[in-house]
C-alpha cells in the first residue's frame, strides 16, 4: 500500500503494487488538499428555549426572547506557530451577516426581536482558505 502525508495533504492507497526486482515502478499521484477544519452548531439544538435557556428536548428548535449562538471546531490539530487552524467564524441569519468572533467557542448573542422561521448559518475559515459550515432551522419569536 502507499500512504503519504505531509502538511495538509494526504493520500492512502490500499492497493498492492508489485514492480519486478530492482526495477522502479512509477505511479501518477494527485494530491488532494487535506481539509482540516470543521465547525458546528453547539446551541441552539432541537429543544425549546426560553431567553437563552433550554427548557425541554423538542422535534425542532424554538426559540422565545434572545438567545447565545455557539459554534465550536472539532479541530485537534495545530497550525502554523502553534495556532488553531479556525482563525475565525461568521454567524449569519437568512443568509445576512450579522457577527464576526475570532476565538473558539465563536458566540454571537442573537437579541433582535423577530417572529418566523429562520435560517442560522456559520462558517468557519481557515488558515489555508479553507471553510466549513453548518446551519440549521429555527423558529424564534421575540
Same mark, same amino acid.
Given at each position: 500500500?502507499?500512504?503519504?502525508?505531509? +502538511?495538509?495533504? $494526504?493520500? @492512502?492507497?490500499?492497493?498492492?503494487?508489485?514492480?519486478?526486482? /530492482?526495477?522502479?515502478?512509477?505511479? $501518477?499521484?494527485? &494530491?488532494?488538499? +487535506?481539509?482540516?477544519?470543521?465547525?458546528? =452548531?453547539?446551541?441552539? &439544538?432541537?429543544?425549546? @428555549?426560553?431567553?437563552? *435557556?433550554?427548557?425541554?428536548? !423538542?422535534?425542532?428548535?424554538?426559540?422565545?426572547?434572545?438567545?447565545?449562538?455557539?459554534?465550536?471546531?472539532?479541530?485537534?490539530? @495545530?497550525?502554523?506557530?502553534?495556532? !488553531? *487552524?479556525?482563525?475565525?467564524?461568521?454567524? +449569519?441569519?437568512? /443568509?445576512?451577516?450579522?457577527?464576526?468572533?475570532?476565538?473558539?467557542? +465563536?458566540?454571537?448573542?442573537?437579541?433582535?426581536?423577530?417572529? /418566523?422561521?429562520?435560517? =442560522?448559518?456559520?462558517?468557519?475559515? /481557515?488558515?489555508?482558505?479553507?471553510?466549513?459550515?453548518?446551519?440549521?432551522?429555527?423558529?424564534?419569536?421575540?
Amino acid at each position: 500500500y502507499i500512504d503519504l502525508r505531509e +502538511y495538509d495533504y $494526504n493520500y @492512502y492507497d490500499p492497493y498492492r503494487h508489485d514492480a519486478l526486482p /530492482g526495477e522502479p515502478l512509477w505511479m $501518477n499521484i494527485s &494530491l488532494q488538499q +487535506y481539509s482540516s477544519i470543521s465547525v458546528d =452548531i453547539a446551541k441552539p &439544538l432541537r429543544a425549546l @428555549y426560553l431567553n437563552n *435557556q433550554r427548557i425541554i428536548p !423538542w422535534s425542532s428548535t424554538q426559540i422565545i426572547g434572545p438567545i447565545e449562538i455557539e459554534a465550536t471546531s472539532a479541530d485537534i490539530f @495545530y497550525g502554523p506557530g502553534g495556532q !488553531w *487552524q479556525v482563525q475565525k467564524g461568521e454567524f +449569519y441569519i437568512d /443568509g445576512a451577516l450579522k457577527a464576526t468572533a475570532t476565538t473558539e467557542p +465563536y458566540l454571537w448573542n442573537w437579541t433582535a426581536k423577530t417572529s /418566523g422561521k429562520h435560517t =442560522i448559518k456559520v462558517i468557519a475559515y /481557515g488558515f489555508h482558505n479553507d471553510t466549513a459550515s453548518k446551519e440549521i432551522e429555527v423558529t424564534k419569536l421575540l
